[in-house]
DNA sequence: GCATGATCATGC
DNA sequence: GCATGATCATGC
């Protein structure tokens, strides 16, 4: 039997479904399964479907018009979450960049897919894991929209000969993820001579687990910042929100405050003032499209002086995770950092030394800053390694993990709650939790308009 | 003056 | 209980 064996959408969902709840072992025909990356999905296209991976630009169901994705899904601390992004196809940039979305390549294969879910536990042999749901998806219209414009943004970098410049972050639901053996993985561009890293679609993991939740596990749908889907036909999701927020750009905190009648000043009296300028229920953070691409907003205050006091935190780390950590690419920060678009909300303080909204600025970090924090990242990894040096000084006890003097970009620095808020280093030893940090000069550096 | 280390406050 | 945003204290 072979995928052509399945005519219809029905008859791919039919078979799908009958593997919901068996261990994978017991489908694994021909003991696939301890192979590496991407077994899974090679012993449900082999051993169940009976088909072997065929041409890379025809989805794998040709007459069916679908692309079967086996996807993992973790339970984390806020509930059910994409274990990681979802990789469509690898992007030929010679070929792709004169087309239109609906003629690209990553339109052709994935307009239609049978996502297949199994839930991935630590420590359990791939064996034991099962699908437990198998749906056909199709993407919303008010998706769309997002997708094309996110499209057309990696496509345009293509055109202006700048392919090596693209990054996970530059878009929002649908991105250009690194995809090869390794970092010299590499591929050529039209318009320009310098070789850019091999590249493949990809939905952020931000993205699939709105998904899962919504349409593997039926958890409610969110408010949506756009309401009318329409309305993104002719600005982009950023622009559309710059236009709803601007009408407020040059007021003081305390004018907003008294616009929307509040009358504390709350830890979180930002966030909830964005949530009125929008007009939306909650706060923008828990919003269809932020939770969707994974938008993070943070506050800036600027000085008067243009200086901003404060640098950027991140989560804090576990140093025994990230001691056993191997290549920058597969860390935890890069996975974080490298898609994570931010929202920056920008104060700036005026000379009764209240604090003016000045304006919002959508912000990623660029590909040769992340490649600094690679460094950072890999100095940190090896410290771990070799032993944290610990001396007790005047003003607490330091260490010699990466300093803010060392970069431009980052650091690593403390983050916790107290004194006694510390974890193990591999060798045994405390130490208070630390975290990366995003220079506060660089941040100065990033918002800085150009005159 | 600022980098570095520390800690507070709040919400989930 | 802990993450997160915010801010402090001080010695180099």
Redesign the pocket.
Same mark, same amino acid.
């Given at each position: 039997m072979e995928g052509t064996a399945y005519r219809t959408k029905g008859d791919v969902l039919r078979r799908a479904q009958e593997i919901v709840g068996i261990p994978l072992k017991e489908v694994d025909a021909s003991g696939r399964l301890a192979t590496g990356k991407g077994a899974i999905g090679t012993v449900i296209e082999e051993s169940w479907f009976g088909y072997s991976p065929n041409a890379e630009a025809e989805p794998d169901f040709p007459e069916a018009g679908v692309e079967l994705k086996v996807t993992p899904y973790v339970h984390g601390?806020?509930g059910i979450r994409a274990k990681e992004r979802l990789v469509c196809n690898i992007i030929n940039y010679m070929e792709e960049y004169d087309r239109t979305f609906q003629t690209s390549s990553f339109w052709h294969k994935c307009n239609t897919m049978l996502l297949m879910s199994y839930e991935h536990r630590e420590n359990v042999p791939k064996g034991d894991f099962r699908i437990d749901k198998a749906v056909l998806f199709s993407f919303p219209e008010e998706d769309l929209m997002i997708i094309e414009h996110d499209w057309e943004t990696i496509m345009q970098k293509v055109r202006d000969g700048r392919a090596h410049e693209i990054t996970e972050g530059d878009t929002l639901y649908l991105a250009a993820c690194t995809k090869g053996a390794n970092a010299s993985s590499v591929r050529k561009q039209p318009f320009s001579d310098i070789l850019a890293k091999q590249r493949a679609y990809s939905l952020k993991s931000t993205y699939m687990t709105q998904i899962l939740r919504k349409y593997i596990f039926g958890i409610e749908e969110d408010e949506r910042i756009v309401k009318d889907w329409h309305a993104l036909v002719h600005a982009s999701f950023e622009e559309h929100l710059i236009e709803r927020l601007s009408p407020y750009y040059g007021k003081t905190q305390r004018e907003l405050k008294q616009l929307f009648g509040i009358e504390k000043s /709350?830890?979180?009296?930002?966030?909830i003032l964005l949530g009125k300028m929008l007009g939306i229920h909650g706060?923008i953070?828990q919003t269809d499209e932020f939770k969707k691409a994974g938008i993070? /907003?943070?506050?800036?205050?600027v000085r008067r002086d243009g200086?901003i006091?404060?640098?950027m935190?991140? /989560? /804090?780390f576990d140093f025994i995770k990230l001691s056993q950590e191997t290549e920058w690419e597969e860390s935890e920060f890069y996975n974080y950092l490298a898609p994570t678009k931010f929202l920056f909300v920008i104060f700036q303080e005026n000379a009764n030394g209240e604090l003016v909204f000045e304006r919002v600025q959508f912000w990623n970090i660029p590909v040769s800053d992340l490649e600094e924090v690679g460094r950072v990242w890999k100095r940190t990894v090896d410290t771990i390694r070799r032993g944290v040096v610990l001396r007790e000084?005047?003003?607490?006890?330091?260490? =010699?993990?990466p300093?803010?003097?060392?970069s431009r970009i980052a650091?690593?620095?403390?983050?916790?709650? =107290?004194?006694? =808020?510390r974890a193990k280093l591999p060798d045994g030893r405390m130490m208070?939790?630390q975290?990366f940090w995003l220079?506060?000069?660089y941040i100065a550096e990033q918002i800085r308009q150009p005159k």
């Open positions: 601390k806020n /709350p830890k979180n009296l930002n966030d706060r953070a993070v /907003p943070k506050t800036i205050r200086t006091k404060e640098c935190s991140f /989560p /804090p000084t005047a003003r607490g006890v330091s260490n =010699d993990l300093k803010q003097s060392e650091h690593v620095r403390p983050h916790a709650q =107290d004194g006694r =808020d208070t939790k975290c220079n506060n000069t």
